[in-house]
């Protein structure tokens, strides 16, 4: 049989060429052969060069989506199984005791629009490509040979799909098991439902981030007043012993907490109290069990609200934190919908940062990836403005390890994460 071939217009920009993962359509001259949606397809350049192949999708706007830069690789069930065994081997080389993580990451683990998220014994996949959907036993089977997983959960409920000609799916792919899974991180655990949680469940691209929380949770004592002389046990402005013993911790609200992850690594690094904010009942729950699951309880309290009237609410009331956190979903979800998203980025960040204490901290996130990191940091400046601030920025940080990002591919690179502290001016 022969392969298909794309011819590439002369006057392109080299994108291929500075390693990005897709061809879009007016970048392609002409198509020989006859090629069906999925198939294997080879691009070469204007004077029929090879530069890789991928898989063929007419109606997607991602018509090229590269999976080997070689032409003599076949691309078949063998090159699955290799790549996600690579794949795997490079989770255990760099993060050795995650035995919870990413093990494939789309484009920048060379597979184009599969995620994989290992939770312990259990896997769950995402599919959001037609070149993988008509290939997915080859994952499946892969997935059985390697982790010889309690079950395999498929997450295929995202609305991407639609733009590659996929009917959203979700389910068990073979027998049904327990969707509720016990993580460990950073030495906590965690429970989170594979089927019922955001995404395939849980966010491992922040647990770099979340440790990157620990030295900021103590220290805080002084500030709210309490003196410690010599031996003698603390005490308050008005002279009285104080008994907490985390007295020296800092007072937080976790913003958009779904899981609590945030709250959990604030208690567990010293903080004093946590609030978690969500607007998700279940979510809500779902943190509070995870808070009673790692002896937290006392240190926190849930609150169901929509953040943005929170927010704004506690401004009114003059209410103020020692760490403020905010995680909020991706608002843009497409390149048309990114200027109000920044509104919303901008109005929650100016009302989060009013609620910090003059020296305390903001921690920030955003996870769409049509926001580039300059334009976070510049719509942060704005708020900041506006709330009569002025930020330091103590850590700039991104997707943890096991979300490689493929330099040419800014798709790839999507979670930005900072740490301010906040000053009044
Ligand atoms: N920090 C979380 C992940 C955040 S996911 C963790 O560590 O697991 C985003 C969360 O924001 C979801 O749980 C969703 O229910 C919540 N959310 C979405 N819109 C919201 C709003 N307007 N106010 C409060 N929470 C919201």
Redesign the pocket.
């Known amino acids: 049989m022969t392969v298909a071939k794309a011819f590439l217009k002369k006057n392109r920009k080299k994108r291929l060429e500075q390693g990005h993962p897709w061809v879009f359509p007016g970048e392609i001259e002409k198509i020989e052969g006859n090629p069906q949606g999925g198939d294997v397809i080879h691009i070469v350049n204007h004077v029929g060069h090879f530069l890789a192949q991928g898989f063929y999708n007419p109606l997607s706007q991602l018509i090229i989506r590269v999976i080997t830069y070689s032409n003599e690789v076949e691309v078949d069930q063998n090159l699955f199984l290799q790549k996600i065994e690579q794949a795997w081997k490079r989770r255990q080389w760099l993060v050795p005791d995650a035995t919870s993580c990413r093990v494939v990451h789309g484009e920048a683990d060379f597979l184009p629009g599969l995620i994989i998220d290992k939770y312990e014994d259990v896997l769950v996949v995402q599919i959001l490509s037609l070149g993988v959907e008509i290939r997915r036993q080859w994952v499946y089977d892969a997935l059985t040979q390697i982790f010889n997983p309690r079950g395999i959960y498929e997450r295929s409920d995202v609305p991407v799909r639609r733009l590659e000609g996929l009917q959203e799916r979700e389910g068990f792919v073979d027998k049904p098991f327990d969707t509720k899974v016990t993580v460990s991180e950073n030495g906590l655990r965690i429970l989170v439902d594979v089927a019922e949680g955001?995404k395939t469940g849980?966010?491992f691209d922040?647990r770099e981030n979340?440790a990157a929380l620990k030295p900021l949770m103590t220290g805080w004592g002084a500030r709210h007043g309490i003196k410690v002389e010599g031996d003698t046990l603390p005490v308050d402005a008005k002279g009285k012993t104080v008994k907490n013993p985390f007295w020296d911790g800092a007072e937080v609200l976790?913003?958009?907490?779904?899981?609590?992850?945030?709250m959990l690594h604030s208690c567990l690094y010293g903080a004093k109290k946590v609030t978690c904010?969500?607007?998700?009942e279940k979510?809500v729950e779902m943190a509070k069990g995870n808070a009673l699951l790692n002896g937290f309880l006392h240190r926190t309290e849930f609150m169901a609200?929509?953040?943005?009237d929170?927010l704004r609410e506690q401004v009114n009331e003059k209410k103020s934190w020692d760490i403020v956190?905010l995680?909020?979903?991706a608002f843009a979800k497409n390149r048309q919908s990114i200027e109000g998203a920044i509104r919303g980025y901008k109005e929650i960040n100016l009302q989060g940062m009013k609620l910090v204490r003059n020296g305390g901290i903001l921690v920030t996130a955003s996870c769409s990836y049509h926001l580039s990191a300059a334009r976070f940091l510049s719509m942060l400046q704005e708020a900041a403005a506006d709330a009569h601030k002025v930020l330091r920025l103590i850590e700039f940080r991104r997707a943890g390890i096991d979300h490689p990002v493929l330099l040419g591919s800014e798709e790839t690179d999507y979670l930005k994460f900072a740490i301010f502290e906040v000053f009044n001016r």
């Open positions: 955001q849980y966010f922040q979340r976790d913003c958009f907490s779904h899981t609590g992850s945030f904010v969500d607007i998700s979510a609200a929509n953040a943005f929170y956190i995680d909020p979903p």
